[in-house]
């Protein structure tokens, strides 16, 4: 099982896992800690989106897609990883920085992934005190915000109601009709008053119903100090299959084994690329083709050819000349 999950799930060659120079024990380390990267994954996918999206079945399917993309740029970092990637020389310094510093992003970005979503899972009941004090905080700023703008209206009515009133005063006008005006004015503070209310009241239902998983993110980081112990575990679980990659000795040796097998499939390849060439082009021009090498190890072109033509320096010609003749 072990060996299945290894080549079809992790990418590894089944042939180079067979060999008895490649040890079981690391590699099933590997396999455990991989797996467990992925199922921590996908619960913690779940976690996110059924705390974001209402459709639980909508939840497992986009927890299970986005646990694939998250699988494949792990496996994108594994093989990369290779010690026979990764030399460290003179000319291709500056783009192993790169390499670096891409693959750490990759990887910091997955530890959060896995590690925030599972973490307020685990520390719920320290979350939920205080989210719970967040939610008062919200309800009231929200009724004080509502009760302010209230007042404002409120005042304007009374001005308004104040001004016809001291106007009919100043003008001796009947104010038969006060009365009937007042009580319209009553009616409408009234009215606000409730209109304020049903407000915070639905605010309030709200905000209880929603799960505020973001700011349940931010609790954690802010208020949950004990968070940096499982941080830490979930830190070393992602980059362990990593270190096991690039410092384990019978990662060496699988990825000797490796390099050594490929470099025989190419050349076997190349061989018979090239003998069918030169069948061809004999068999259309009647000439033997001659190949004139830039590189002296084909196809891999990692050393050119040394040139052996021996060119004259100026006035060379004329001392020659000037000696023999």
Same mark, same amino acid.
């Given at each position: 099982m072990i060996k299945y999950f290894l080549t079809y799930i992790c990418g590894f060659d089944p042939i180079i896992l067979q060999k008895e120079e490649i040890a079981d024990l690391t590699f099933k380390r590997f396999a455990y800690s991989f797996l467990f990267v992925i199922l921590l994954t996908l619960f913690a996918s779940y *976690? *996110? %989106?059924?705390?974001?999206?209402?459709?639980?079945? $909508?939840?497992?399917?986009?927890?299970?897609?986005? +646990? $694939?993309?998250?699988?494949?740029?792990?496996?994108?970092?594994?093989?990369?990883?290779?010690?026979?990637?990764?030399?460290?020389? #003179?000319?291709? %310094?500056?783009?192993l920085i790169g390499h670096y510093i891409v693959k750490? *992003?990759?990887?910091?970005m997955i530890f959060f992934i896995v590690s925030k979503p599972t973490?307020? @899972?685990?520390?719920?009941?320290?979350?939920?005190?205080?989210?719970?004090? &967040?939610?008062?905080?919200q309800i009231?700023? &929200?009724?004080?915000s509502l009760s302010k703008n209230s007042e404002k209206v409120i005042e304007g009515l009374w001005e308004d109601y104040n001004r016809k009133f001291n106007y009919r005063l100043e003008n001796d006008l009947s104010n038969e009709n006060d009365s009937l +005006?007042?009580?319209?004015?009553?009616?409408?503070?009234?009215?606000i008053e409730i209109n304020d209310s049903e407000k915070v009241d639905l605010f309030e239902t #709200?905000?209880?119903?929603? #799960?505020?998983?973001?700011?349940?993110? +931010? @609790?954690? !980081?802010?208020?949950?100090?004990?968070?940096?112990?499982?941080? $830490?575990?979930?830190?070393?679980?992602?980059? /362990?299959?990593? /270190?096991?990659?690039?410092?384990?000795n019978n990662f060496r040796k699988y990825f000797e084994e490796e390099l050594l097998s490929n470099?025989? @499939?190419? #050349?076997?390849?190349w061989r018979k690329y090239s003998k069918q060439q030169e069948d061809?082009? /004999?068999?259309?021009?009647?000439?033997?083709?001659?190949?004139? !090498? $830039? &590189?002296?190890?084909?196809?891999?072109?990692?050393?050119?050819?040394?040139?052996? +033509?021996? &060119?004259?320096?100026?006035?060379s010609l004329v001392e020659w000349f000037k000696n023999n003749y």
């Open positions: *976690v *996110v %989106f059924s705390n974001t999206i209402e459709s639980i079945t $909508l939840s497992i399917l986009l927890s299970f897609f986005f +646990t $694939l993309i998250i699988i494949n740029l792990y496996r994108l970092i594994i093989v990369t990883s290779s010690p026979n990637n990764i030399r460290i020389q #003179k000319e291709n %310094f500056k783009d750490l *992003v990759l990887l910091v973490e307020t @899972i685990i520390f719920n009941e320290d979350i939920e005190y205080i989210l719970d004090d &967040y939610r008062s905080t009231n700023n &929200y009724r004080l +005006t007042r009580t319209n004015l009553e009616n409408q503070i009234k009215l #709200k905000i209880y119903r929603s #799960k505020l998983f973001f700011q349940q993110i +931010t @609790i954690l !980081n802010k208020d949950i100090p004990k968070r940096f112990i499982t941080s $830490l575990l979930f830190l070393i679980l992602v980059f /362990y299959p990593i /270190y096991l990659i690039m410092y384990d470099n025989h @499939i190419i #050349k076997t390849n061809i082009f /004999y068999k259309k021009t009647g000439k033997k083709l001659i190949r004139q !090498n $830039l &590189y002296q190890d084909p196809p891999f072109n990692r050393k050119l050819s040394i040139d052996k +033509t021996k &060119y004259l320096k100026k006035g």
